[in-house]
């Protein structure tokens, strides 16, 4: 399994990308790169459904959950193998893979060393089918669940969230100012990209430190 890897102290967080685009994407190595500037060692791996998509040049949706919760449980245990200094780590990833790692917190599925999960960009429905939610398994968790989200994001905006607070489960929501699902801001909000993905990658580090002093 190919890993790729930024930061080498703090905890370790394991990062998977989205359906649409690899672990090597323009938007994810910029996620990695503000997460390690924040303090944590980010190892990304990919789901089989992209990496043959590298190998074929076809796109192909992706896997079933089985798959990418097992395909998880392996980079889990392969980059726990390679960290011999962390006895715990979280977990995360922008959109499918934040999701898929927010379903592995629940008691049937959470592999013995995780914490809990950072999410950036988390896909609450589809675009445009705000009836479709994909929270059902948030009640259920037993580690928490931290969450940045663009308040344009089309996969969960904020004026549709809102009526819905708080979640069920430990659930912990914060908002990025007019960002989208890869928490860019638009021009016209006179924000700097750059200090707003730094800004989320701090407040996640903040988050786990608070949650790691209470454990």
Known sequence: ??????????PV??????????ADSVPMDRL??????AGFRV?????????QRRTTGKRRPPDRPP???????????????????????????????????????TPEQ?????????VFGYPFHPPRRPEQWRTDHFAELERPLWIAQGERDPFGKRS???????FPGPVHLEWVDDGDHELMPTRRSGLDPDRVLAAAAESARAFVTATETDR
Do not use: K
């Open 110 to 118: 959470r592999p013995d060393p995780v914490s809990g999960a950072l």
């Open 1 to 10: 399994m190919d890993i790729l890897c930024n930061g080498e102290q703090g």
């Open 67 to 105: 798959v990418l919760l097992q395909y998880w449980r392996e980079a889990i245990e392969e980059i726990g193998c390679r960290e011999p200094d962390a006895d715990h780590l979280w977990i995360g990833g922008r959109s499918l893979g934040g999701r898929t790692a927010s379903m592995l917190l």
């Open 43 to 51: 190892r990304r791996f990919e789901f089989p459904f992209m990496a």
């Open 32 to 37: 990695a790169a503000a997460l390690a500037s």
């Open 13 to 22: 967080l394991v990062l998977a990308h989205g359906s649409g685009a690899p």
């Open 160 to 166: 549709e969230l809102e009526s819905r607070l708080p």
